[in-house]
């Protein structure tokens, strides 16, 4: 919602005298046109004290010049004497009130959340906005149907010692108020830079070939997400090249139907109806239209796996290489421990050889001991010729 004045520093013509009215930002995004008055003048970036009849509020100038007439008249705005006028700039104790209330929303959010439970109404509170001042309180809500809080705006007016606005508003513009983060992974276009909310259907999926499930369509809101709008004039121009999805292909072999439609690569895939396990077949638009044209003459073709499309295999270098060994899902399996353990057997064992040997040296001969002690290294060093010269 933030806009660059790309007019600043240009020089008016002579003659002319510069745009009396300005634009305000306030929360969220809100926007309001105000007049300066007569020898008052306001830069970008000003935070400036308008006129809300009754009382006053306090929002920062965000365009002033010929490129707020552009955006009055892109947004149906008229400069009639109606327009409200800028009271003056803001001084250091406005902007203490200002902040002081703006920090006493969460707060009011909460309790009234409470107070509507307590009445036990259907709707639902979105974000609360209180004025410059402090005088005024506007409440944004959303709810299916009619709800009467006659009662529900003395209790708010008594809790908070404020006047009340209870304003409805629609899903979309409740999710533009609060934000948040798309599928996409980027902030939402309603919060951001999206002002009018056109209506979206179910045809707009369709034209795309996406799935229809709400549950993929649907954004923050709840309902079918705008974006399904943005690309939807050059699929519809795309799609127009294409025979109907209720095209049938005649061959000699059977009829084939239309399975999916690849719009931008020029292809689509065709499956027999007599033998429906089969996979289809990718056919290219140009072969599509020639065997529409046989069977237009009453002639067939013998199959369409001669018209197919051969899949194009990716080259070697254009693959992924696992150069470092990181995604190796067994880098981290116990080999080193394996070592370790392995180290710590046979260092166990012998030791507890030796042990043995020692104790068991006394029970025996002298002599003996030795000519075993030989007789097993001799055996050894066998072992080992013998696995040497087999491997």
């Given at each position: 919602?933030?806009?660059?004045?790309?007019?600043?520093?240009?020089?008016?013509?002579?003659?002319?005298?510069?745009?009396?009215?300005?634009?305000?930002?306030?929360?969220?995004?809100?926007?309001?046109?105000?007049?300066?008055?007569?020898?008052?003048?306001?830069?970008?970036?000003?935070?400036?004290?308008?006129?809300?009849?009754?009382?006053?509020?306090?929002?920062?100038?965000?365009?002033?010049?010929?490129?707020?007439?552009?955006?009055?008249?892109?947004?149906?705005?008229?400069?009639?004497?109606?327009?409200?006028k800028v009271i003056r700039k803001a001084e250091m104790e406005d902007?203490?009130?200002?902040?002081?209330?703006?920090?006493?929303?969460?707060?009011?959010?909460?309790?009234?959340?409470?107070?509507?439970?307590?009445?036990?109404?259907?709707?639902?509170?979105?974000?609360?906005?209180?004025?410059?001042?402090?005088?005024?309180?506007?409440?944004?809500?959303?709810?299916?149907?009619?709800?009467?809080?006659?009662?529900?705006?003395?209790?708010?007016?008594?809790?908070?010692?404020?006047?009340?606005?209870?304003?409805?508003?629609?899903?979309?513009?409740?999710?533009?108020?609060?934000?948040?983060?798309?599928?996409?992974?980027?902030?939402?276009?309603?919060?951001?830079?999206?002002?009018?909310?056109?209506?979206?259907?179910?045809?707009?999926?369709?034209?795309?070939?996406?799935?229809?499930?709400?549950?993929?369509?649907?954004?923050?809101?709840?309902?079918?997400?705008?974006?399904?709008?943005?690309?939807?004039?050059?699929?519809?121009?795309?799609?127009?090249?294409?025979?109907?999805?209720?095209?049938?292909?005649?061959?000699?072999?059977?009829?084939?139907?239309?399975?999916?439609?690849?719009?931008?690569?020029?292809?689509?895939?065709?499956?027999?109806?007599?033998?429906?396990?089969?996979?289809?077949?990718?056919?290219?638009?140009?072969?599509?239209?020639?065997?529409?044209?046989?069977?237009?003459?009453?002639?067939?073709?013998?199959?369409?796996?001669?018209?197919?499309?051969?899949e194009e295999a990716a080259p070697e270098d254009a693959l992924y290489?696992?150069?470092?060994?990181?995604?190796?899902?067994?880098?981290?399996?116990?080999?080193?421990?394996?070592?370790?353990?392995?180290?710590?057997?046979?260092?166990?064992?012998?030791?507890?050889?030796?042990?043995?040997?020692?104790?068991?040296?006394?029970?025996?001969?002298?002599?003996?001991?030795?000519?075993?002690?030989?007789?097993?290294?001799k055996r050894r060093r066998g072992r080992g010729n013998d696995k040497?010269?087999?491997?």
């Amino acid at each position: 919602m933030t806009v660059f004045d790309w007019l600043e520093g240009v020089p008016i013509p002579e003659g002319q005298r510069p745009f009396d009215i300005v634009e305000v930002r306030f929360k969220r995004n809100r926007k309001g046109y105000y007049r300066i008055g007569q020898g008052r003048r306001v830069q970008t970036g000003d935070v400036a004290v308008v006129d809300a009849n009754p009382g006053e509020d306090l929002g920062v100038v965000s365009l002033t010049g010929e490129l707020v007439r552009a955006q009055m008249k892109a947004k149906g705005v008229k400069d009639t004497h109606e327009i409200k006028k800028v009271i003056r700039k803001a001084e250091m104790e406005d902007i203490n009130t200002w902040q002081e209330v703006r920090n006493r929303e969460q707060d009011t959010l909460t309790r009234a959340r409470g107070i509507i439970a307590d009445h036990k109404l259907e709707m639902k509170l979105g974000d609360v906005e209180y004025q410059g001042d402090g005088t005024k309180c506007t409440f944004y809500y959303t709810a299916e149907q009619r709800v009467d809080f006659r009662e529900l705006v003395k209790a708010l007016a008594g809790a908070f010692k404020v006047r009340v606005e209870m304003r409805q508003i629609g899903a979309r513009q409740e999710s533009a108020r609060i934000g948040g983060i798309g599928v996409c992974g980027r902030e939402l276009c309603c919060s951001t830079w999206l002002t009018d909310f056109r209506s979206v259907s179910t045809g707009a999926a369709r034209y795309q070939q996406l799935s229809l499930n709400p549950q993929k369509l649907a954004g923050q809101c709840g309902k079918l997400k705008c974006c399904l709008n943005f690309e939807l004039d050059q699929y519809k121009e795309a799609v127009a090249q294409f025979p109907p999805p209720s095209t049938k292909l005649m061959t000699r072999k059977g009829k084939a139907g239309h399975f999916k439609t690849d719009i931008f690569g020029g292809r689509m895939w065709f499956q027999y109806f007599d033998d429906p396990t089969a996979s289809p077949i990718p056919i290219d638009l140009e072969d599509v239209r020639h065997i529409m044209e046989m069977n237009a003459r009453g002639e067939k073709p013998d199959d369409l796996q001669g018209y197919a499309i051969a899949e194009e295999a990716a080259p070697e270098d254009a693959l992924y290489g696992d150069v470092v060994g990181q995604d190796d899902v067994g880098r981290f399996d116990s080999q080193g421990r394996n070592r370790g353990r392995g180290r710590g057997r046979k260092r166990g064992r012998s030791k507890g050889g030796a042990t043995n040997q020692a104790q068991a040296a006394p029970a025996s001969g002298g002599g003996n001991s030795g000519s075993s002690g030989k007789r097993r290294k001799k055996r050894r060093r066998g072992r080992g010729n013998d696995k040497g010269s087999n491997a």
